[in-house]
């Protein structure tokens, strides 16, 4: 009885922190024995730099998703629910995982791409394990081979942040400008309709009326920069209606014409590609015009695993291509 009070006691302070952060019910539902039945907690894009201890009360939670916060270390709170087995902390600016993330025995998959991971324990001890992602971190060469050679067919490490010329962040409305500026310079006659989905995506309640025009659920955009600082690439993903929850396209995809052919396209579309996984999405689709001018893009789309397919929307000289990504789904 004295346990059960304790519980119910934590289980009501983490209720009391949700709702101060105005965390939805349907996050962090007020009611007692919901919460402690909880298995699938998703926090995603809530700006948190900690959680509450009161956390470890969630016995029976599973899976554990802390994307896009503003983590700088891992909360030692996370390491204490013994009974997860997804923890998806990518976006974030993590340095260290601690050895404490040992302590989760049954975790099987560790999410944790463009964080700033430098070390890392011998994730080798957690025998569930089978799905790492740690890209667009900053980890060695040597701790990148290591675990490739532990985690064979199981495991992501590409693109390390200490071997990139450049690097990636999410457009704002300081990068804007620069943005539209690239996309207009290598995109040609684009729909009235369309110009707007850059601002847009910075802010939807401003602009409710592309979302609509355009058929949109959610969309977001990631910019290159250069090392001075300036913006040689542009990539998004987006939603239309019609479109299952495994699905979502590519959008705005460009880079800087004194930039092709050195990689850095590639980079950002497997940046792209990561970011899909957030949503456990399925497919990734896109389409282009099938002309002289998109030749070398289509070539990469294909490089990396896009296969061509035939739609009903198609317009004379389109090409839709898709790419199967992971499987699984945030539920």
């Not at 900690?50 to 916060?69: G, I, Q, R, W």
């Not at 977001?220 to 090392?227: D, L, S």
């Not at 495994?246 to 980079?267: I, M, N, P, Q, V």
């Amino acid at each position: 009885m004295q346990n059960n009070t304790h519980t119910s006691a934590a289980l009501k302070k983490v209720v009391t922190w949700a709702r101060s952060l105005n965390i939805p019910e349907s996050v962090i539902p007020s009611d007692i024995v919901a919460l402690a039945n909880i298995k699938t907690l998703n926090f995603y894009d809530l700006k948190l730099t900690t959680l509450p201890d009161e956390l470890s009360a969630l016995s029976n939670l599973t899976k554990l998703y802390l994307a896009s916060n503003s983590f700088t270390e891992l909360p030692l709170v996370v390491c204490k629910l013994e009974n997860l087995e997804a923890l998806w902390i990518m976006n974030n600016s993590i340095a260290v995982l601690p050895n404490e993330i040992l302590n989760l025995c049954n975790l099987k998959e560790l999410v944790a791409f463009d964080n700033n991971i430098t070390t890392i324990p011998n994730l080798v001890q957690m025998k569930k394990l089978d799905y790492l992602v740690l890209s667009y971190n900053k980890l060695s060469q040597e701790q990148t081979s290591t675990l490739q050679k532990e985690f064979a067919g199981k495991c992501n490490l590409a693109n390390q942040k200490t071997d990139m010329k450049f690097r990636i962040e999410p457009l704002t409305s300081e990068t804007l400008k620069e943005a539209k500026q690239l996309r207009d310079k290598v995109f040609i006659d684009i729909p009235k309709v369309e110009l707007l989905t850059l601002d847009a995506a910075i802010s939807k309640e401003q602009y409710k009326e592309v979302y609509e025009e355009n058929a949109i659920r959610f969309m977001q955009y990631w910019v290159a920069k250069n090392k001075d600082d300036v913006v040689i690439g542009l990539v998004g993903i987006y939603t239309e209606p019609e479109d299952a929850d495994t699905s979502c396209w590519l959008g705005w995809f460009c880079l800087d014409d004194k930039y092709r052919g050195l990689g850095y396209g590639k980079e950002l579309l497997e940046y792209a590609e990561m970011e899909v996984t957030l949503f456990g999405m399925s497919y990734l689709h896109l389409y282009t015009e099938n002309v002289k001018e998109c030749k070398s893009a289509i070539k990469l789309y294909k490089k990396e695993g896009f296969i061509e397919y035939t739609t009903k929307r198609a317009k004379p000289n389109e090409l839709y291509l898709k790419k199967i990504l992971y499987k699984g789904n945030i539920t």
